[in-house]
């Protein structure tokens, strides 16, 4: 879509939908009075230039306003809509842009704004769709969030629209455009499908879902096709005592493998452990190795996975193949909570680290401090073909911090 232009067609259904809301006979019978919340937020980042001036210092401001609106129209109908608009500032100037394609999403629905060589500025429709609950029958249709998986930190079955395992701002996962249907059985079990139509017919998914816990096992299933990919994947979540454990890995079978954009091999895999423990000092820590085919075994292979199919997707954000991934924390106090996160690229000796410190200011105000830092050899400088070799993944990373600011009303 073309900045500062908002298309008609998306508009009209939009409209359309709202009116057969209001005005459908079950939605105009006795239903509660819609509940209205929505959220604040400030990012702003310092980056240090990085090794090899790959990429120089900047300076960075996110700033986010949601509006929500839940409507429990009929005991069996419900609405959910929400707009979110962000205004992002950097520097250097055209530095960052607010993302405007994602390859989950049918309908336009969103208008972005080049205010000057510094700022943009995007409004789009996050949430809408309805929902409808009879017996054990669960059905959602519209733009919606739709996640998978147990594993906290990075996870082989959020295989639709997953954050990436250094996310800082993971309080509400972005909405696609979706049919979701469940049929509950039992205390626990599930069988479930989506549909996502996507900006393109290659990348429309349909998945078959399976839920259950046995013996306080939960176990998980999801397979079916996957952007023009074919997947099955699996997982459980236990414990032994008061050790929690996690397991989960995804098989795909590769998508225009060899050609510019598609996928680097015919298969690849993506599996994970995790552990989480509360010790009697009251450190909590969440301990995940994971596999992630999709990456290289050498960093001299990074620029080739970087352009391809699944790092494009989301489906993964990492380059190399093993990890070692830690999450602590600690209250120091009711009102402040140290946190940690280390991702530890076992096969090229670089990581990120990341200390935070959150502070609850007041009811539903509260401010996160961290600073970053990346470890790893530094690119290699090829004179001659004018350009830098990578060596280690995060070693190509220059350090970054700030403070994120949070009010939900």
């Given at each position: 879509m073309k900045p500062g232009c908002l298309q008609t067609r998306p508009v009209i259904k939009v409209a359309l939908v709202l009116v057969v809301c209001l005005l459908w006979p079950p939605f105009r019978a006795a239903g509660e009075a819609p509940q209205w919340s929505g959220s604040l937020k400030s990012l702003n980042l310092y980056g240090e230039a990085s090794p090899a001036d790959l990429f120089p210092s900047y300076r960075l401001s996110s700033n986010k306003l949601r509006l929500n609106m839940d409507w429990q129209a009929a005991?069996?109908?419900?609405?959910?809509?929400?707009?979110?608009h962000q205004y992002l500032w950097s520097d250097p100037a055209e530095t960052f842009t607010v993302p405007t394609d994602d390859q989950n999403r049918h309908v336009d629905l969103d208008k972005t704004w080049h205010h000057d060589e510094h700022g943009t500025s995007r409004l789009q429709i996050d949430r809408l769709n309805l929902q409808w609950r009879t017996g054990p029958l669960d059905a959602t249709v519209g733009r919606q969030a739709v996640g998978f998986?147990?594993?906290?930190?990075?996870?082989?079955?959020?295989?639709?629209?997953?954050?990436?395992?250094?996310?800082?701002?993971?309080?509400?996962?972005?909405?696609?455009?979706?049919?979701?249907?469940?049929?509950?059985?039992?205390?626990?079990?599930q069988l479930g499908g989506v549909a996502v139509w996507g900006d393109e017919p290659r990348h429309d998914s349909f998945l078959a879902t399976w839920t259950d816990n046995r013996s306080g096992v939960d176990l998980l299933m999801i397979g079916g096709s996957l952007r023009g990919r074919s997947m099955f994947g699996a997982g459980l979540a236990g414990s032994l005592g008061t050790l929690g454990l996690k397991g989960e890995f995804s098989i795909h079978k590769g998508r225009d493998v060899g050609d510019i954009g598609g996928d680097l091999d015919d298969y690849f895999t993506l599996a994970a452990v995790e552990t989480w423990y509360r010790f009697d000092n009251g450190i909590s820590l969440v301990v995940e190795y994971l596999y992630n085919g999709p990456g290289a075994d050498s960093p001299e292979d990074y620029p080739e996975v970087l352009n391809s199919a699944p790092l494009q997707e989301g489906l993964t954000y990492l380059l190399g193949r093993h990890y070692l991934m830690v999450a602590p924390s600690y209250e120091l106090h009711p009102l402040a909570t140290l946190q940690g996160l280390a991702i530890y690229n076992l096969g090229d000796d670089s990581a990120l680290l990341r200390p935070t410190l959150d502070l609850n200011l007041a009811d539903n105000l509260s401010l996160q401090l961290f600073w970053t830092w990346y470890t790893g050899e530094s690119p290699r400088v090829v004179a001659s073909a004018q350009f830098a070799e990578p060596r280690s993944e995060y070693g190509m990373l220059g350090d970054s911090g700030g403070f994120f600011l949070k009010w939900f009303f």
């Open positions: 005991p069996e109908w419900r609405f959910e809509a929400a707009i979110d998986g147990r594993i906290l930190i990075s996870s082989p079955l959020d295989v639709i629209n997953p954050f990436p395992p250094d996310a800082i701002d993971t309080d509400v996962r972005s909405g696609i455009d979706a049919l979701r249907t469940i049929f509950n059985y039992g205390l626990d079990g």
